[in-house]
């Protein structure tokens, strides 16, 4: 798939060409797992698989939207902003924040064409944003281009404000900012970014259960974590994000749900930095992939049964690192990250057998850390 892709549906649905082709990554998480929306850190890099946006000017004031994948199509005004529960609210948003800060670009023409998987937790809703943002900047303002993180700040407010997903920057960034070879350290707190070499191979197989973050077990975890830094705070006001609270202080002050929550983020979040050490000395990320599961699963109860099973698959073949979900869980993706033979045996082995158990077949590839968005027409 490539930008003469999403040229062609433009194509086909507007009858021109259109005037910029932009596409974004999705993402998996290595490690740091939701601490982006808490202020902790997070290590995410993009995977080979993009959305394409073909975008062009559109006369009057309404702006359309196609889908290849979705197949619907839809219509909407920027100036009288609504979202509709359709995909398009994220088209939708990404344009209304980019006529917001950059300029009033008018009405326009979206065609979109995509191999991210959409509800899998590969970040498919934020690889849409930030193309979508990416090119509609570029037509708006062409002489001043936006900076990659402020193109994530923008789709992230799409997603948060327009969409109404109480998300983290962690996608957006990680869509916009990523690069090749790289992983990405983000500092949530901050906003700060630095690139980590990272070579390693990772095999990503999407349970094909499907989740979204529009649920209501996302916020309730957004919730507890609200809670819990409230009342860490009426202890230690000068605490800003629950990613900086003490173990200390959480198992004192905090109980049953409140506490469990807030103990895997500040946990998950001092796994970062350990894994980025872990991989400047060359060790293997098994124990702290396999921690990172355990809390997910026990802690903040995000897992399921199919990625348990996966998860179980990979440490027990030889090879492997470890293995743990990626994305917000409750379904979606995990990943395996190990030798590259080692990780064709497991893939084998999860296509055999998943079906059998779980009355479905997954989805699986292996991938590499790849670039971050960019203008490709």
């Known amino acids: 798939m490539s930008a003469g892709a999403a040229a062609e549906l433009f194509r086909s649905a507007y009858g021109r060409d259109p005037d910029v082709v932009a596409s974004a990554p999705g993402r998996v998480n290595l490690i740091g797992e939701h601490t982006d929306y808490n202020g902790g850190e997070v290590l995410p890099m993009a995977i080979d698989r993009r959305t394409w946006v073909a975008l062009g000017r559109e006369p009057g004031a309404v702006s359309r939207a196609v889908s290849r994948e979705v197949g619907d199509a839809g219509s909407f005004t920027l100036a009288t902003p609504q979202a509709a529960g359709a995909w398009w609210d994220y088209v939708h948003g990404a344009l209304r924040e980019v006529r917001t800060t950059v300029g009033d670009g008018g009405a326009w023409a979206v065609a979109v064409v995509s191999d991210v998987p959409a ?92 989740r979204s973050l529009r649920g209501s077990a996302f916020a309730e975890r ?110 979606g993706c995990a990943i395996a990250i190990g030798e590259a033979e080692a990780l064709e045996v497991l893939r084998a082995r999860v296509m055999e057998d998943f079906p059998g158990r779980w009355g479905h077949p997954p989805r699986s590839w292996r991938t590499r850390a790849s670039r971050g968005a960019s203008i490709d027409a």
């Open 119 to 210: 509800g899998a937790g590969l970040s498919s809703s934020a690889a849409l944003e930030v193309a979508t943002v990416l090119a509609a900047a570029h037509l708006t303002d062409p002489a001043t281009p936006l900076a990659m993180p402020v193109v994530a700040q923008l789709a992230y407010r799409a997603e948060r404000e327009f969409v109404g997903v109480p998300c983290g920057i962690m996608d957006q960034c990680a869509s916009a900012c990523a690069t090749e070879g790289h992983a990405l350290r983000i500092w949530c707190d901050s906003g700060r970014v630095a690139a980590v070499p990272f070579d390693r191979q990772v095999l990503v197989i999407d349970t094909a259960v499907p």
């Open 222 to 331: 957004q919730a507890a974590c609200v809670r819990a830094l409230k009342t860490l705070q009426r202890h230690a006001p000068s605490l800003d994000v629950l990613a900086h609270a003490s173990l200390a202080a959480i198992e004192s002050l905090l109980d049953g749900e409140d506490r469990r929550r807030a103990r895997h983020v500040v946990r998950e979040s001092a796994r970062v930095g350990e894994v980025v050490e872990a991989l400047r000395t060359g060790q293997s990320l098994g124990p702290w992939l396999a921690a990172s599961h355990a809390s997910l699963r026990d802690d903040y109860a995000c897992s399921s049964p199919e990625l348990d099973w996966v998860v179980d698959a990979a440490v027990a073949t030889p090879g492997v690192e470890g293995a743990r979900l990626t994305g917000a869980g409750w379904g």
